[in-house]
């Protein structure tokens, strides 16, 4: 950076006296926030430029790869103002990085706002007629959901969502939204849009569907079994964890319970598993990521629950932060702390590699270079 740009920013000049954590075994003694960007060498400053000392472990901000930016608590679209609350919200909890997992709202005037989280938009959840939550998704029939993926591409930021299971009323328990062949199709009219898809899955019964489809990501994926975790670690695919949410299926079991007894079980024996399971899919090599499910059932600023449940499915402190920094960067394509990446980081008193509660305790949030919180 030349004097000149560093001269143009009326953000003063921060000088972070770390260690900056550049990934879980490198890390920089200092560095210095210029121009909206971080620098691993000092930049050229005109005199009398004001600098900032920031001391304290400096981390990537925290990515939150299932988020609902624009769906109202109890369902229904919020306006964009509200949505942009929510995204305060989040972002005053150190996420800086959002996937949004599908929205009712066009949410993608919020991209335009320097001072949210980075938004990476799936455009509409997909599901199949009357097999979702009412008013949530653009609801198709399967002769039509290869062009709604095309059209969700062309919506989105390269990622589509698919409802891939549900409870069938009929059968009274979940299963598969889809045929094998529609799972496929879906996939394709994705990838020939040179888009990414996700799949929202419950049940046992849809991962070896969408493993064979060649679904790009998994959503909740609480139905993996010691068949499927395997072929995910071996795939590469990685799991969108959102324990906070999966801790919440003893309330749907009790809900549905009078109508639905098998799909309450169910969803009980996936609650209670949910732990050992994420431990074995960890424990296998499957790539696991930090997600809310904020939005609608849930509020938002809820990332350290999740936080907290991964440390309770036996993850340390350096794997709940790759989870929740590196590994989305890597995935999304964004940036974390290189030399010249846009600043977006936090500062904490003490590592969180030791204890990931550390990020619960913030001193600074920097986005876009500025201190925001």
């Given at each position: 950076?030349?004097?000149?740009?560093?001269?143009?920013?009326?953000?003063?000049?921060?000088?972070?006296r770390?260690?900056?954590?550049?990934?879980?075994e490198?890390?920089?003694?200092?560095?210095?926030?210029?121009?909206?960007?971080?620098?691993?060498?000092?930049?050229?400053?005109?005199?009398?430029?004001?600098?900032?000392?920031?001391?304290?472990?400096?981390?990537?901000?925290?990515?939150?790869?299932?988020?609902?930016?624009?769906?109202?608590?109890?369902?229904?679209?919020?306006?964009?103002?509200?949505?942009?609350?929510?995204?305060?919200?989040?972002?005053?909890?150190?996420?800086?990085?959002?996937?949004?997992?599908?929205?009712?709202?066009?949410?993608?005037?919020?991209?335009?706002?320097?001072?949210?989280?980075?938004?990476?938009?799936?455009?509409?959840?997909?599901?199949?007629?009357?097999?979702?939550?009412?008013?949530?998704?653009?609801?198709?029939?399967?002769?039509?959901?290869?062009?709604?993926?095309?059209?969700?591409?062309?919506?989105?930021?390269?990622?589509?969502?698919?409802?891939?299971?549900?409870?069938?009323?009929?059968?009274?328990?979940?299963?598969?939204?889809?045929?094998?062949?529609?799972?496929?199709?879906?996939?394709?009219?994705?990838?020939?849009?040179?888009?990414?898809?996700?799949?929202?899955?419950?049940?046992?019964?849809?991962?070896?569907?969408?493993?064979?489809?060649?679904?790009?990501?998994?959503?909740?994926?609480?139905?993996?079994?010691?068949?499927?975790?395997?072929?995910?670690?071996?795939a590469?695919?990685?799991?969108v964890?959102?324990?906070?949410?999966?801790?919440?299926?003893?309330?749907?079991?009790?809900?549905?319970?009078?109508?639905?007894?098998?799909?309450?079980?169910?969803?009980?024996?996936?609650?209670?598993?949910?732990?050992?399971?994420?431990?074995?899919?960890?424990?296998?090599?499957?790539?696991?990521?930090?997600?809310?499910?904020s939005?609608?059932?849930?509020?938002?600023?809820?990332?350290?629950?999740?936080?907290?449940?991964?440390?309770a499915?036996?993850?340390?402190?350096?794997?709940?932060?790759?989870?929740?920094?590196?590994?989305?960067?890597?995935?999304?394509?964004?940036?974390?702390?290189?030399d010249?990446?846009?600043?977006?980081?936090?500062?904490?008193?003490?590592?969180?590699?030791?204890?990931?509660?550390?990020?619960?305790?913030?001193?600074?949030?920097?986005?876009?270079?500025?201190?925001?919180?």
């Open positions: 950076m030349s004097t000149a740009d560093v001269a143009e920013t009326t953000a003063p000049i921060l000088h972070l770390g260690p900056i954590l550049l990934g879980p490198e890390e920089l003694a200092e560095a210095w926030v210029a121009g909206g960007v971080i620098h691993h060498e000092k930049p050229e400053l005109p005199a009398g430029t004001e600098v900032r000392e920031i001391d304290g472990i400096v981390v990537p901000g925290l990515a939150d790869l299932h988020c609902h930016l624009g769906i109202a608590d109890g369902g229904g679209g919020t306006t964009l103002a509200e949505a942009r609350e929510q995204a305060l919200v989040d972002r005053d909890t150190g996420v800086l990085l959002v996937r949004d997992a599908g929205s009712i709202i066009d949410n993608s005037p919020l991209q335009q706002q320097g001072d949210l989280p980075r938004l990476i938009r799936c455009g509409r959840h997909l599901a199949r007629t009357r097999r979702y939550l009412i008013g949530y998704a653009d609801e198709v029939e399967p002769e039509e959901l290869p062009a709604a993926v095309t059209r969700e591409a062309g919506r989105g930021d390269g990622w589509v969502k698919l409802v891939g299971d549900w409870i069938d009323r009929a059968a009274g328990d979940l299963s598969p939204c889809w045929e094998a062949e529609d799972f496929v199709a879906a996939a394709d009219a994705a990838h020939a849009a040179g888009a990414r898809i996700t799949t929202h899955t419950f049940d046992e019964e849809t991962l070896p569907l969408v493993l064979d489809a060649g679904f790009d990501c998994l959503e909740h994926a609480t139905g993996l079994t010691g068949e499927t975790i395997p072929r995910v670690a071996e590469g695919i990685p799991v964890t959102t324990l906070v949410n999966v801790d919440e299926f003893e309330t749907y079991a009790a809900q549905g319970e009078g109508k639905f007894p098998a799909y309450a079980a169910h969803m009980r024996r996936l609650r209670a598993s949910r732990y050992e399971r994420t431990r074995d899919a960890h424990d296998a090599g499957v790539q696991l990521l930090v997600g809310t499910d939005g609608g059932v849930l509020g938002h600023g809820i990332i350290h629950d999740e936080l907290d449940e991964l440390a499915a036996g993850l340390t402190g350096t794997e709940i932060l790759e989870a929740a920094t590196w590994a989305p960067r890597r995935l999304l394509g964004v940036p974390g702390l290189e010249g990446a846009p600043a977006d980081l936090l500062v904490v008193p003490a590592d969180p590699r030791i204890d990931h509660r550390a990020l619960r305790e913030r001193s600074h949030i920097v986005l876009g270079g500025r201190q925001v919180a």
